[in-house]
């Protein structure tokens, strides 16, 4: 069975805090994704890696950083977590850039206070 | 997303009614996905539709990707409870990504 595997289902953090989010998928997957979801307005692609080490912005990516040492490990980072990125979070991987099936996580529900 | 629109944005119907979710795109679709989520947890694979004018069917669910490839829609034929959930297009875009329309919410009245 595939698996993506997101390391909080639900967290807590203090406004300013340095937050990571932790993805890891079991299928040998090149590319790698990271979401928010919020309501109305559906996923929002934060970052995505296509390689070990490899970054590409995505459509929001203020605020964020990613990271990407090996293969099946994809981290998202929040440098000082604010209010406005409590949100859900959602990871995916999948093995090619076109026409193929993308795997997600359970998501994680941040919520900064 | 906007270069992905889903109509509507939410839909309650009454159990073994049919309905139908459409996606539209600002540019050709290469790749189109259909997902589903049930509250609060991940995203479940539906379809995928790559070829103009392809159609596919899964349980009592369809979708169809039109000649032109900038629209697909979502047909569920009478609808059950278990359909309920938030209903969402992908898509491949430019520059390897892979976007989302902002979703349908699904609910089934029984």
């Known amino acids: 069975d595939v698996k993506v595997t997101q390391s909080s289902r639900y967290l807590v953090k203090r406004t300013g805090e340095k937050v990571f989010l932790e993805c890891v998928q079991d299928m040998d997957h090149e590319n790698m994704f990271w979401y928010r979801q919020d309501p109305g307005l559906g996923l929002r692609l934060i970052y995505f890696s296509y390689d070990v080490k490899m970054k590409e912005k995505g459509d929001i990516p203020e605020g964020y950083s990613v990271s990407r040492e090996k293969k099946e490990r994809f981290s998202l980072i929040l440098e000082s977590a604010s209010t406005n990125q409590t949100s859900m979070y959602l990871c995916?991987?999948?093995?090619?850039?076109?026409?193929?099936?993308?795997?997600f996580g359970q998501g994680t529900r941040l919520t900064v206070v | 997303s906007q270069e992905l629109e889903q109509s509507p944005q939410s839909l309650i119907v009454q159990e073994g009614k049919n309905l139908t979710i459409n996606c539209t795109s600002s540019?050709?679709?290469?790749?189109l996905y259909w997902y589903k989520q049930k509250y609060g947890e991940g995203l479940i694979f539906l379809m995928m539709?790559?070829?103009?004018?392809e159609e596919k069917s899964h349980e009592k669910i369809t979708a169809k990707l039109d000649e032109k490839k900038q629209q697909s829609s979502l047909h569920i034929t009478a609808s059950q409870p278990s359909h309920a959930g938030i209903y969402l297009c992908g898509a491949d875009w430019q520059g390897g990504k892979l976007i989302f329309g902002q979703g349908t919410e699904l609910s089934v009245k029984p």
């Open positions: 995916a991987s999948r093995g090619r850039a076109w026409g193929t099936e993308a795997f």
């Open positions: 540019k050709t679709l290469y790749g």
């Open positions: 539709l790559q070829k103009g004018g």
